[in-house]
């Protein structure tokens, strides 16, 4: 048990810590607008570690003018609390904000045992509970099961390139030749540096990104699923880091690790739910097909390049089709929609994305850096065009680095979109409707 004279020190710390922050100088995020303040449900932010959680509850609850207590479970002198400290830390709640706060920002709670149970009490008293977590399993599984959907689940994701635009103050909407040169010039800084915001304004961003990576393998997987093998579970997640956008072969990495399928797949697993690598399925109708070959990819393109021994492949194009991967999850996976790669034969002509509502194909999606040359151009829309007809959907974008129009291939429009121009994109929800 921790001492409540612990409990309510830390508690007054962090009280006077959020006295002093100013939320209007902060990037905005998409994400605050998914938020339902008036609502019973608590609002629960899950994502991967340092991608901002913390900061957007912080600002939208400041900015909407309304009072709420805050407690950060993330500290050192709070590691050992159990089920039983948490109405202590209720008690220390009351009497530093007042009996009478009408919202309780709680975050990272998850390592504490039987928080869920907490919040749930909590929900039933007309509290307005604001929650925060890096793992996906412990979150949205315990939530469904006890909280029986009195949840909003929002996701959040490293800062999106029109994010890191902000951060950075560069103009997004001036067309002049230095304007476009200088927004080129930051995506190719985006593509390596990645989207963490505090990793913009630290110089040894190698050191921030192993002690990032670290810490997720450590705090949200080691400890959560208490594995013995951690060093197995590091040599897979740097291996899966090198080799984004590539399909999984369990045999292999197997055989190279010298671990069984059963014993890769549980660690990859693990990797998912930790949110520091997105795993996405094959088109398809059958259930086999759809968990066969899948691809890998990693939260951040900037975990690539800022790690030690780092030889990841400086494939420009596989980095562009890592970050339009996240960007197509940031913009609809609060939408419900699902998101899948389509090849139908082993040697067939894949497409890289498919958007879906339910088994409906809503939009497909190319990316490929440079399409100068008449074979790549080729490659590229016939297989759009041939999923297009089989999948029934003419919602089709090829996405590459410098190169924005409208063509038509064997009677089907294509919208080649500039990888700037589409991630700079204001309307997020233009899939259903005439999107460019």
Same mark, same amino acid.
């Given at each position: 048990?921790?001492?409540?004279?612990?409990?309510?020190?830390?508690?007054?710390?962090?009280?006077?810590?959020?006295?002093?922050?100013?939320?209007?100088?902060?990037?905005?995020?998409?994400?605050?607008?998914?938020?339902?303040?008036?609502?019973?449900?608590?609002?629960?932010?899950?994502?991967?570690?340092?991608?901002?959680?913390?900061?957007?509850?912080?600002?939208?609850?400041?900015?909407?003018?309304?009072?709420?207590? $805050?407690?950060?479970?993330?500290?050192?002198?709070?590691?050992?609390?159990?089920?039983?400290?948490?109405?202590?830390?209720?008690?220390?709640?009351?009497?530093?904000?007042?009996?009478?706060?009408?919202?309780?920002?709680?975050?990272?709670?998850?390592?504490?045992?039987?928080?869920?149970?907490?919040?749930?009490?909590?929900?039933?008293?007309?509290?307005?509970?604001?929650?925060?977590?890096?793992?996906?399993?412990?979150?949205? +599984?315990?939530?469904?099961?006890?909280?029986?959907?009195?949840?909003?689940?929002?996701?959040?994701?490293?800062?999106?390139?029109?994010?890191?635009?902000?951060?950075?103050?560069?103009?997004?909407?001036?067309?002049?030749?230095?304007?476009?040169?200088?927004?080129?010039?930051?995506?190719?800084?985006?593509?390596?540096? +990645?989207?963490?915001?505090?990793?913009?304004?630290?110089?040894?961003?190698?050191?921030?990104?192993?002690?990032?990576?670290?810490?997720?393998?450590?705090?949200?997987?080691?400890?959560?699923?208490?594995?013995?093998?951690?060093?197995?579970?590091?040599?897979?997640?740097?291996?899966?880091?090198?080799?984004?956008?590539?399909?999984?072969?369990?045999?292999?990495?197997?055989?190279?690790?010298?671990?069984? !399928?059963?014993?890769?797949?549980?660690?990859?697993? $693990?990797?998912?739910?930790?949110?520091?690598?997105?795993?996405?399925?094959?088109?398809?109708?059958?259930?086999?097909?759809?968990?066969? +070959?899948?691809?890998?990819?990693?939260? !951040?393109?900037?975990?690539?390049?800022?790690?030690?021994?780092?030889?990841?492949?400086?494939?420009?194009?596989?980095?562009?089709?890592?970050?339009?991967?996240?960007?197509?999850?940031?913009?609809?996976?609060?939408?419900?929609?699902?998101? $899948?790669?389509?090849?139908?034969?082993?040697?067939?002509?894949?497409?890289?994305?498919?958007?879906?509502?339910?088994?409906?194909?809503?939009?497909?999606?190319?990316?490929?850096?440079?399409?100068?040359?008449?074979?790549?151009?080729?490659?590229?829309?016939?297989?759009?065009?041939?999923?297009?007809?089989?999948?029934?959907?003419?919602?089709?974008?090829?996405?590459?680095?410098?190169?924005?129009?409208?063509?038509?291939?064997?009677?089907?429009?294509?919208?080649?979109?500039?990888?700037?121009?589409?991630?700079?994109?204001?309307?997020?929800?233009?899939?259903?409707?005439?999107?460019?």
């Amino acid at each position: 048990m921790v001492n409540e004279k612990i409990i309510l020190q830390v508690l007054s710390e962090q009280k006077a810590e959020i006295m002093n922050y100013k939320p209007q100088k902060w990037v905005t995020r998409r994400e605050e607008s998914l938020f339902e303040f008036d609502s019973t449900l608590a609002q629960v932010v899950i994502g991967v570690r340092r991608s901002g959680k913390s900061t957007l509850c912080h600002k939208v609850l400041q900015e909407h003018g309304v009072r709420y207590a $805050y407690v950060n479970l993330d500290d050192d002198r709070l590691a050992n609390m159990q089920t039983e400290d948490l109405n202590t830390v209720l008690s220390c709640v009351y009497q530093l904000y007042g009996t009478d706060v009408p919202y309780l920002f709680l975050d990272e709670i998850q390592d504490v045992e039987g928080w869920y149970l907490f919040v749930n009490r909590l929900l039933r008293t007309d509290l307005h509970i604001f929650v925060t977590g890096s793992n996906a399993k412990l979150l949205s +599984g315990e939530l469904a099961t006890h909280l029986t959907g009195r949840y909003n689940e929002i996701k959040l994701f490293p800062f999106s390139f029109a994010e890191y635009c902000e951060y950075k103050k560069l103009n997004t909407s001036d067309i002049t030749t230095k304007a476009e040169a200088e927004r080129k010039s930051a995506f190719m800084d985006y593509i390596n540096v +990645g989207g963490f915001p505090e990793v913009q304004k630290i110089r040894n961003k190698r050191g921030y990104v192993e002690s990032l990576i670290e810490a997720i393998l450590q705090k949200d997987i080691q400890k959560r699923f208490k594995i013995r093998d951690v060093e197995s579970l590091r040599k897979i997640a740097h291996h899966l880091i090198s080799n984004a956008c590539q399909e999984l072969n369990y045999d292999e990495m197997a055989k190279l690790l010298g671990l069984s !399928d059963k014993t890769i797949q549980k660690y990859v697993s $693990y990797l998912q739910q930790a949110f520091l690598v997105q795993i996405l399925s094959k088109h398809s109708f059958k259930s086999r097909e759809r968990i066969r +070959g899948a691809k890998s990819y990693i939260v !951040d393109s900037g975990l690539q390049n800022n790690r030690e021994n780092s030889m990841a492949a400086k494939n420009i194009g596989w980095r562009l089709e890592n970050v339009v991967y996240i960007e197509l999850l940031r913009r609809y996976a609060n939408d419900f929609l699902d998101i $899948y790669f389509y090849k139908p034969k082993a040697n067939g002509k894949e497409v890289d994305f498919v958007v879906c509502d339910k088994n409906k194909a809503k939009m497909l999606v190319q990316v490929a850096y440079d399409i100068d040359s008449e074979k790549t151009f080729k490659r590229e829309t016939s297989a759009l065009v041939a999923a297009s007809s089989a999948l029934a959907c003419d919602n089709l974008l090829l996405i590459a680095f410098a190169d924005s129009r409208d063509i038509e291939v064997d009677g089907k429009v294509i919208h080649i979109k500039s990888a700037l121009d589409w991630l700079l994109e204001e309307n997020r929800n233009v899939i259903f409707e005439q999107p460019y």
